[in-house]
């Protein structure tokens, strides 16, 4: 068993593809043995977990992930004085192996609880074994009611595989379901009727533990399952030979950025950067200078030896003070085939006069913001992208969520951010490039890569200019002879770094994170 993320090498596997593991494992293993081990192992974290734990509560559900809660609670009664054990679920339609758990957790004399614990208190210990990767709706009732406890607990929560009702592949909460306490209206309980929140308002700091087998789920670190899920631990149950026949869908990012570091480099050997965008609107005294400042100083402090900018906003001035290494210019006055442009940073509707010159002389380009949202309505520029990956040119798009749905001519975000996996996919194979979906858990793909997810990051990072942050720090890599996809790779890992190393109690601004990189 280990800390997940903390593996040299962290994979994932769909859900298709553990049951492929776990049914091949099974297959060479006495009856029984796998959840065993499971069992085992989840006794074993339990108490390291919460050593001090006054109650220990298993919720065990109706399959398989009920059974491992069982198996555990025979080697948690004989060590701990007070394991309360709930169960739901009908015997006859319990799966072979969980049914052979109940029957010897009730021969081992572990007694079954028709209610929670009274009381839970900081320090004691909720096991979550209600639902696993077979959950296929979302939980209701006094299922969803049991759950909400949990989470809302002052106690600290180990999630058995995976967190009950959480889809493990796309990260989503299966849908319906509502959570702590403002589900409560008036003592009557409304499951679902207000927006889900994953953390209890009530108690936000409790400790959250997942315990999850064979392999890593995306769906844990990616959407809504990076809160539920908490710290995650990993027990292959001695499956390991079985987990690496079978080829990983997803890996953790683990990329560095590669910078020119040797002694004699000169400023054109660290590449050029061109920053497009930055659009104004006089009657409106409106100016998106600003974002092209933040992509272009991330690009600087990113390592590039030039960094330009074409600004669209005619009155913003030619000049910053703040940051004078950027240098003003028109990307006519430029050789674009040398250059890494990264365009559509506060680009407005402006930016569309520049993108086909762009797209047929830049053999480096990162997409961003409104680049995006003029190739989500011009199905040209589609096939000159197609055309840019038949020429070997490198192209990144940055969508958040919102601009991933323009792009694939979805309804809105949701639509995306209900299965992210499959989106960015989506948009690969569309746009044939490199796409960084971001958001919480940010994915990146490209054409023959497997898909990586993002670890690193916090919410101090949804604030105005990180993505034209992010955007001139890809650029910046490229520019220094990353390859595209290691670039965007790099440069997302690194970004959500400096936010998680930035100090808890200083706000962090989009600059600041330029400044870090
Ligand atoms: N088999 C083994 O040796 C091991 C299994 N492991 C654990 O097993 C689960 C997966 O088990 P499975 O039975 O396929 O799925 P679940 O336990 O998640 O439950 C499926 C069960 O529940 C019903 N159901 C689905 N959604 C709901 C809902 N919202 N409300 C009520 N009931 C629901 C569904 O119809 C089925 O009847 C895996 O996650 C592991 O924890 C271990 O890997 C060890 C070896
Ligand atoms: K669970």
Known sequence: MHRFLSAPVAVCHSIEATRLIEATAMADLPPRALMQRAGQSLARFALAVAPHARTIWIACGPGNNGGDGMEAAIHLRRLHPNVVVTWFGDMRQ????????????????????????????????????????????????????????MRSAPSDLISVDVPSGLDAESGVLLPNMGFGETTMMAGILLPGALPDITRSVKHPQQRRYTLTFLSGKPGLLTGEGIDLAGEIWLDPLGAETWVRAVQPEWTVNRSKPKRVVDHHAHKGARGDVVIVGGAGDAQKDHSMAGACTLAGAAALHGGAGRVYMHLLDARAPRNNPLQPELMYRSIRDLDLQKVTAVCGCGGGDAVGTLIPDLFTDCKQLVLDADALNVVATDAALRTLLQYRAQMGWQTVMTPHPLEAARLLGRKDAAEVQANRLQAVRELVDVFECVVVLKGSGTLIAGPGMPCHINVTGNSRLATAGTGDVLAGFIGALMAQGMPAFEAACAAVRRHGEVADEWPTATQLTALDVAHRL
């Open 94 to 149: 319990l799966p072979s192996e969980a049914k052979q758990a109940l029957e010897a957790a009730m021969e081992a004399g572990v007694t079954f609880a028709i209610q929670p614990p009274d009381s839970l208190r900081p320090g004691d210990l909720c096991i979550d074994a209600l639902l696993g990767i077979g959950a296929n709706r979302a939980p209701k009732g006094k299922m969803n009611e049991w759950l909400q406890l």
